[in-house]
């Protein structure tokens, strides 16, 4: 009796040990709405070349953020938002080169010289996972550039999503969206990117 008794629990240990074993990690689902679906690829002066899958909604404002999305603005900073407004119309530029190497630019024109407002940025990948969050106070005074890649770990053959998001007084949010970029060993013409 003690030994069958050890013997099906040997077994009962073993077979535990190979279903768990087995078992692999499923991946998170996409935490976005829409799964990253394309690039809008362009060079190192920022130049489009062409695009790669469905780039329809990329560096454009949006009202269809999931409350996942939404939720990558929620982190405090000590911007004084006392005389920020809203814009009538920023302009968000595709960032470049896309794909990247070393670094990544990111820019826009927003307002007039005397209109400040709030740009909140986040870099993640396709997971939401927070590769880099900036937030700071832009006016018309030109272009603002930002090398993104220095700021954030990321992975060779990675595929990441830049949120961007205006808010003023008492109007957080009020013109948001995205676009995505890749990092490659190479540049476009590799068989290290699509």
Same mark, same amino acid.
């Given at each position: 009796?003690?030994?069958?008794?050890?013997?099906?629990?040997?077994?009962?240990?073993?077979?535990?040990?190979?279903?768990?074993?087995? @078992?692999?990690?499923?991946?998170?689902?996409?935490?976005?709405?829409? =799964?990253?679906?394309?690039?809008?690829?362009?060079?190192?002066?920022?130049?489009?070349?062409?695009? $790669?899958?469905?780039? !329809?909604?990329?560096? #454009?404002?949006?009202?269809?953020?999931?409350?996942?999305?939404?939720?990558?603005?929620? %982190? !405090?900073?000590?911007?004084?938002?006392?005389?920020?407004?809203?814009?009538?119309?920023? #302009?968000?530029? =595709?960032?470049?080169?896309? =794909?990247?190497?070393?670094?990544?630019?990111?820019?826009?024109?927003?307002?007039?010289?005397?209109?400040?407002?709030?740009?909140?940025?986040?870099?993640?990948? =396709?997971?939401?996972?927070?590769? %880099?969050?900036?937030?700071?106070?832009?006016?018309?005074?030109? $272009?603002?550039? %930002?090398?993104?890649?220095?700021?954030?770990?990321?992975? #060779?053959?990675?595929?990441?999503?830049?949120?961007?998001?205006?808010?003023?007084?008492?109007?957080?949010? $009020? #013109?948001?969206?995205?676009?995505? %970029?890749?990092? @490659?060993?190479?540049?476009?013409?590799?068989?290290? @990117?699509?």
């Amino acid at each position: 009796m003690k030994k069958t008794l050890k013997y099906l629990l040997s077994i009962a240990i073993l077979f535990l040990v190979f279903l768990n074993l087995s @078992c692999k990690k499923k991946k998170p689902e996409y935490a976005t709405s829409t =799964p990253i679906a394309g690039f809008l690829y362009t060079d190192n002066l920022g130049n489009l070349i062409t695009n $790669y899958g469905d780039v !329809s909604d990329d560096w #454009k404002f949006t009202t269809n953020l999931n409350a996942a999305e939404l939720g990558l603005f929620d %982190f !405090s900073d000590t911007i004084n938002m006392a005389n920020t407004v809203v814009l009538a119309n920023p #302009k968000i530029l =595709p960032a470049f080169p896309n =794909p990247a190497k070393n670094y990544i630019a990111f820019s826009g024109q927003f307002g007039s010289i005397s209109e400040y407002t709030k740009l909140k940025i986040v870099v993640t990948d =396709p997971y939401l996972n927070v590769g %880099f969050r900036y937030s700071l106070l832009v006016n018309g005074s030109g $272009y603002y550039f %930002f090398n993104l890649i220095g700021n954030f770990a990321f992975q #060779k053959n990675g595929i990441y999503r830049i949120y961007y998001s205006f808010s003023a007084k008492d109007k957080p949010n $009020y #013109k948001m969206g995205y676009g995505d %970029f890749q990092i @490659c060993p190479g540049y476009i013409a590799t068989s290290n @990117c699509p």
